[in-house]
C-alpha cells in the first residue's frame, strides 16, 4: 500500500509540473498523453496527500497558489529527471521507438512537416507522432516537446540546432487577378496595386516584404487593403483573386504547379536559410529525434508537396 501511494504521489508531481507549466489540466493532459480528468484526479490526490492547495480554480483559469508556487521548481525538476531517465533508456534500445512530439508553425506544418509524415512512418513504424501546429512559440521544455521546427532567426539558445533547406520568399497572384491587371515589373510599383499583406499575431506588426535589387535587400510594406494574421489566410485571398501577396516557395510551390498562383517579380525574390530545427539537449540522444533530423534533411518531397 506504501508503494501505492509513493507512486501516487509522483504521478501527481509530475501533473502538477506541467499543469503548473501551462495553465491548465486540459494542456498538461495533451503533454502528458493522458486525458484531463486523470490530470485533475492526480493533482487532487497530490493536494490531499500534502494538505495544501496547489492551484486556485477559476471556470477560465487555473492559477499557482502561495504554496503551489513554492512547489512547482522542485517538481518540474522531477519531471525533467524523469523525462532525461526516458530518454536514456530509449537511447539504450537503439531503434526509434515510442512517442515522438513535434512543434511547428501552421504553414511549416502543413507544407513541410504533415506531408513526409507517413514516409517518415513507413521507414520507422515503431514511432508515433504527435504533431502540434500553433503560430504561439512554444516553451519545449516546459511543454514536453521532443523538437520543433521553426522559421526565422532563433532567440532561444538554450537548445541544439540543425538548419534545414532553403527557402524562397516571393510575391503570387492569382491569373484572374493578373488578366485584369498588368503583373508589376518592379517592387516600387506595387503601390499601384491591391496586396495583400500578413500581421503577426504576436506583435500585431505588418510583414515587411524583402526584395533583393542588385546587390541589395530592401524592406517595403505596401498599403494593403487586405490583412490577415495568418499565412494561409493570406494565400486564399490571394488565390481568390485579392492581389498580389508574398509567400515561403514551401506554401507557394504546389499551387504554382496547379495554376492556381503565378509568381510575380520572381527575379527581385529572396532566397532564405532560416528554417531551423530546435531540441532540447536532453533529447540529443533520442534515437527517433535523430532519425527524424535525418529524415528532414535527406527526404525529397514528392510533386505537389
Not at 525533467?80 to 515510442?98: C, K
Not at 546587390?215 to 487593403?225: A, H, V
Not at 527581385?268 to 535525418?294: C, E, G, K, M, Y
Request: aromatic content about 6%.
Amino acid at each position: 500500500m506504501k508503494e501505492q501511494f509513493a507512486l501516487e504521489r509522483l504521478t501527481g508531481l509530475i501533473a502538477f509540473a506541467r499543469a503548473g507549466s501551462l495553465g491548465s489540466y486540459t494542456a498538461a493532459a495533451r503533454s502528458l498523453s493522458v486525458s484531463p480528468s486523470a490530470v485533475s484526479k492526480s493533482i487532487q490526490r497530490l493536494e490531499g496527500s500534502l494538505g495544501v492547495p496547489l492551484f486556485t480554480r477559476t471556470t477560465r483559469s487555473l492559477v499557482l497558489t502561495d504554496e503551489g508556487r513554492e512547489l512547482h521548481a522542485r517538481a518540474l525538476r522531477l519531471l525533467n529527471d524523469a523525462e532525461e531517465i526516458e530518454q536514456v533508456a530509449r537511447a539504450a534500445q537503439g531503434e526509434p521507438s515510442g512517442t515522438l512530439r513535434i512543434a511547428a508553425s501552421l504553414p511549416i506544418g502543413l507544407h513541410l512537416i504533415a506531408p513526409r509524415l507517413p514516409r517518415f512512418r513507413e521507414r520507422h513504424p515503431q514511432v508515433k507522432i504527435d504533431l502540434r501546429l500553433s503560430d504561439q512559440l512554444v516553451d519545449l521544455v516546459e511543454e514536453g516537446i521532443d523538437l520543433a521546427v521553426r522559421i526565422g532567426d532563433l532567440a532561444d539558445s538554450r537548445f541544439l540546432s540543425r538548419r534545414l533547406a532553403p527557402h524562397q520568399l516571393g510575391c503570387y497572384a492569382s491569373p484572374d487577378y493578373l488578366a485584369r491587371n498588368a503583373p508589376p515589373t518592379h517592387p516600387e510599383e506595387l503601390e499601384r496595386h491591391e496586396t495583400v499583406n500578413l500581421r503577426y499575431q504576436s506583435s500585431g506588426q505588418l510583414f515587411r516584404w524583402p526584395f533583393r535589387i542588385g546587390e541589395k535587400e530592401i524592406d517595403l510594406t505596401p498599403t494593403s487593403g487586405i490583412v490577415v494574421d495568418t499565412s494561409e489566410g493570406v494565400i486564399a485571398a490571394v488565390i481568390a483573386g485579392g492581389g498580389i501577396g508574398i509567400a515561403t516557395s514551401l506554401m507557394a510551390k504546389p499551387l504554382v504547379e496547379r495554376g492556381a498562383l503565378i509568381p510575380v517579380l520572381a527575379e527581385f525574390a529572396v532566397t532564405r536559410q532560416d528554417i531551423t530545427a530546435v531540441w532540447p539537449a536532453s533529447r540529443r540522444a533520442n534515437p527517433a529525434v535523430r532519425a527524424f533530423l535525418d529524415f528532414l534533411v535527406t527526404d525529397k518531397p514528392k510533386a505537389g508537396t
